[in-house]
Each structure stands twice: as C-alpha cells, then as structure tokens.
C-alpha cells in the first residue's frame, strides 16, 4: 500500500514556473514507477510524465516535452514535476501516481490545483 500527497500548485501567470511535489508514505516508493497525469475541466485524464524506479528512464508528453522535468528522490519517498513556459492550456488538476511506467494503474494522490492565468 502506498499513500501519496501532492502539494505546490496554485495560479501563476502564463510563462512562469511551478514545481510540484509527490510525498510518498511506505518503504516500497522505490520500486514503483512514478507518473505525473492530468485532468482539466470537462477533460479526460491525460498522462504528463513519468520516471522509472531509479530516475534513469524519463517520459513525456508531446505537450510538456521541453517545459516540464519529472525526478525523483527515493531518499525522501517524494517525486518531483518542474513546470516551466506555464502555459494556460496546463491549467489542470495535477495527481501523482505510483505504478507501472507511464500507465494509469496502481495508487493515486488526491490531485492539486493548477491554473495558469493570461
């Protein structure tokens, strides 16, 4: 069983940055896969990232690729999403996921709000 926590979304302003945080509780987070995924409103969920069980493997979608960094911290049981070039078609909830890589399965986190303004 894993439990996750996002934390460090918020509004920002159309080319700025923010970084999201995944906290993971249980001492299997290093064996798990770690995705970032999405859902804006009146949208399905959409993947975003993710990043394999030591962070040597990094996927993206086309629509972040070269604005977002996913990493990882296994030290610290937490993941990271690096969001740059915000963009207000990124307006979303964001929620972190433990699992198998890139694909939907496995433990989710509640979600945290990000909404990019013009």
């Known amino acids: 069983q894993v439990q996750l926590v996002e934390s460090g979304g918020g509004l920002v302003q159309a080319g700025g940055s923010l970084r999201l945080s995944c906290a993971a509780s249980g001492r299997t987070f290093s064996i798990y896969a770690m995705n970032w995924f999405r859902q804006a409103p009146g949208k399905e969920r959409e993947f975003v990232a993710a990043i394999n069980w030591n962070g040597g493997i990094t996927s993206y979608a086309d629509s972040v690729k070269g604005r977002f960094t996913i990493s990882r911290d296994n030290a610290k049981n937490t993941v990271y999403l690096q969001m740059n070039s915000l963009k207000r078609e990124d307006t979303a909830v964001y929620y972190c996921?433990?699992?198998?890589?890139?694909?939907?399965?496995?433990?989710w986190g509640q979600g945290t709000q990000v909404t990019v303004s013009s």
């Open positions: 996921n433990a699992g198998k890589f890139g694909q939907s399965g496995g433990y």
